[in-house]
């Protein structure tokens, strides 16, 4: 598990450390959270995008006047009509708001707070250190911090509740116009402009000058304000603002975004993983012309244009990006191979040529899975060629009009509209009724029913098995997320939402005839015939039809290709048979800083890491199914712990019981990894040990020399 999940993570590498992006469309307010950032447009809606593991970045419909989601999990906002509504995480109760009407919201980590129409706040979720107890009175404005809460009464002073460690809950006296409430601190404007902070603080984030608003890092330690002349005003080297006129300012953990006076949004610093950065009215247009049809594979994608030729992006490492030349009616990007039907009616294929050779006859259709292909034949039967250890090859008697082949299972739709599935694990049944199209996905399944409305089933830990309602006319399920084109021509997307790759091009902007949702990233083709990809940092797919080469102790980061230290020592768990031309490198960068062996941290708060590794297998290996894993110890306390996709988790040593990375990743003969992206909160040295493991034989492969950061 811990591989394929960790080369997830290394294509997140290529989203990081974000200059300004500045976004053309009309906002009145947005908030920057830990991971996303919703904003509300002129029109009233309400626009998310970033992490959406908890289904944070996909809001509800309806016309709000104000959101907030510095929780980082969940989401609130203020309708219209008074009333707050929330979406994600609601393990608290923090997404479970009380009736009213309400003028202001605000989201913390595990509870949210409400400036009622009456001047009254209420708070609801997590109560452990009396969040939801707000002080009696008349309030004009409630700000929610990581465990304590603020607000600015009718009088202009400031009265603070919840957990009060360094004082950051004890405001100074005097008049104010606005709070806020971080992590460890809290800041105020006075009513003369002045900036004041308490709480744990360093003196330097203060800004000097006058203000009409501020924004307090919840996780990190620096802060942003618009100036009585419209300027931004932030503290700390990674996130100097842009120029401009702003009305609004708002700050996530490790990213800025703001309202200009031209009603345009624009962001900067920080990190930008989860796409938080980015959002939907950003896309990437292609350079290679008009398409009529895309397909987005693993790590590349193809398309067949207007002119029948086929052009091709991203990795190609096996030439899978290479196309054939020649006349296609359609094309299928898989894993690390490629497939097409030519205007003959013969399907043609290039890239790792592994997974078998296409039968002769004369198709309507291909569909290029992980490791194996299945195509309908113009009589309406399926012919599947590849890997078919699960009977994903194997498929049933009939006829068909579509096929979808996934990672280890296939589907299909018959004439009479039924859809039937073969091979793979049990990712659950197809419902009954008539379907018009079917896709699979990495471990899940979704189609479109014959009354535009779509279903899907198999694994949901990602949600990408609940898909949004409304009507469909095509839907594409990638490894953990899906997209889908609806009846309006809009695109909307649910599930994984790692780089962006499930938040797609604003709708009043994007128009679209048909969208490919791959393993970390999504093409669409729009009505005027321009390809829009967005994801795993799509601007990198492609430098005038090309990507730039992999090479060892390298990793690229927004573009930027950085050096990793070469590290000395290579083992074997299981073997003492160590194949000669395996090699590992790997360090840690501060603040998008170079990368070294070893570093030191002072306080983790306001310091991102990227922790990253390379690796080069030997040529016996590649394309062998290996997984990543990733080991740390943090001492003095001499815990271990492992990494999965999201989080470290205690490890008693016990390999049979090992939480891995990634899975199920076909190795190449360079590997970039990321290992940790974010602030390290622990204290103390931790030292990250990573490698990989072969499932044929169950050999693990490891760098016996350790990344160590200390945080002092």
């Known amino acids: 598990m811990i591989l394929r999940n960790m080369i997830r993570l290394i294509l997140l590498l290529l989203m990081s450390i974000i200059s300004s992006t500045s976004f053309a469309d009309d906002y009145i307010q947005v908030d920057a959270s830990g991971n996303y950032t919703c904003g509300v447009k002129t029109d009233g809606s309400v626009v998310c995008w970033g992490d959406n593991r908890n289904g944070q970045a996909i809001p509800p419909e309806g016309s709000f006047t104000q959101v907030s989601g510095v929780g ?13 509504v929330c979406w994600g995480d609601n393990s608290d109760g923090q997404a479970t708001p009380p009736e009213g009407s309400f003028t202001q919201v605000s989201a913390g980590g595990f509870f949210t707070c409400g400036l009622k129409t009456d001047s009254s ?44 460690n360094y004082g950051k809950a004890t405001p100074p006296e005097g008049s104010f116009t606005q709070v806020s409430a971080g992590y460890n601190y809290t800041c105020g404007v006075k009513t003369d402009g002045s900036m004041v902070c308490w709480g744990n603080y360093n003196e330097a984030i203060i800004l000097e000058g006058s203000f009409t608003q501020i924004s307090v890092s919840a996780g990190g330690n620096y802060i942003c304000g618009v100036k009585t002349d419209s300027s931004v005003a932030c503290s700390g080297s990674n996130y100097t603002p842009p120029e401009g006129s702003f ?27 989860y796409g938080q950065a980015t959002p939907p009215s950003v896309g990437f247009a292609h350079p290679l012309g008009s398409f009529i049809q895309v397909s987005a594979g693993d790590n590349h994608a193809c398309g067949v244009k207007t002119d029948s030729s086929v052009a091709c992006w991203g990795d190609n490492y096996y030439d899978q990006a290479a196309p054939l030349s020649g006349s296609f009616t359609q094309v299928s990007a898989g894993s690390f191979f490629t497939c097409g039907v030519k205007t003959d009616g013969s399907v043609a294929c290039w890239g790792n040529n592994n997974f078998g050779t296409p039968p002769a006859g004369s198709f309507t259709q291909v569909s290029a899975g992980y490791s194996h292909t299945c195509g309908i034949k113009t009589d309406g039967s399926v012919a599947c060629w590849g890997n078919n250890y699960y009977d994903q090859a194997t498929p ?42 079917v896709s699979v996905g990495g471990f899940f399944t979704c189609g479109v029913k014959t009354d535009g409305s779509v279903a899907c089933w198999g694994d949901n830990s990602n949600g990408q098995a609940t898909p949004p309602t409304g009507n469909f006319t095509q839907v594409s399920a990638g490894y953990s997320h ?37 393993e970390n990233h999504t093409c669409g083709i729009k009505t005027d015939g321009n390809l829009v990809c967005w994801g ?27 050096s990793l230290p070469t590290l000395s020592a290579v083992s074997a768990l299981t ?65 271990w712990y492992m990494m999965d996709n999201t989080r470290p ?58 990344i160590d950061v200390t945080t002092e």
Request: hydrophobic fraction near 35%; charged fraction near 15%.
């Open 72 to 84: 980082g999990n969940h989401a609130c906002g203020v309708k219209t009509d008074g009333s707050v």
């Open 121 to 164: 706040v209420a708070c609801w979720g997590r109560n452990e250190y009396g969040k939801p107890t707000p002080s009696s009175g008349g309030f004009t404005q409630v700000s929610v911090g990581s465990y304590h809460t603020c607000g600015v009464k009718t009088d202009g002073s400031v009265v603070c509740w919840g957990y009060n």
């Open 247 to 273: 009305t609004q300012v708002s700050t996530g953990d490790n990213h800025v975004c703001g309202v200009k006076t031209d009603s345009s949004v624009v962001c900067w610093g920080g990190y930008n993983t």
């Open 396 to 437: 049933p008697e009939g006829s068909f009009t579509q096929v979808s082949a996934g990672y280890d299972h296939t589907c299909g739709v018959k004439i009479d509209g039924s859809v039937a599935c073969w091979g793979g694990y049990d990712y659950g049944s197809p419902p009954e009724g008539s379907f018009t199209q």
């Open 482 to 518: 899906a997209c889908g084109v609806k009846t309006d021509s809009t695109v909307a997307c649910w599930g994984d939402n790692y780089s962006g790759k499930a938040t797609p091009p604003d709708p009043p902007k994007s128009s679209f005839i048909q969208v490919s949702a791959g």
């Open 536 to 562: 795993w940092h799509v601007s990198n797919l492609w430098i005038d039809g090309t990507v730039a080469p992999l090479e060892f102790a390298t990793i690229m980061l927004n573009g930027t290709r950085f």
């Open 575 to 639: 073997t003492t048979d160590l194949l000669p031309n395996i090699k590992f490198a790997g360090g840690i960068s501060v603040k998008g800083g170079t990368f070294v062996k070893s570093g030191t941290l002072q306080g983790f708060t306001g310091n991102p890491v990227v922790i990253a590794g390379s690796l080069q297998v030997d040529p016996s290996q590649v394309g062998q199914t290996a997984e990543i894993i990733v080991l740390g110890v943090s001492r003095p306390t001499e815990t």
């Open 649 to 706: 988790l205690v490890w008693d040593g016990n390999f049979a019981m090992l939480t891995v990375r990634q899975m199920q990743v076909a190795l190449r003969t360079i590997q970039p990894i990321i290992l940790y992206e974010g602030e390290l909160v622990t204290t103390g040295q931790l030292s990250i040990y990573f490698g990989y493991r072969l499932l044929n034989d169950e050999q693990i492969i490891y760098a016996n020399e350790s």
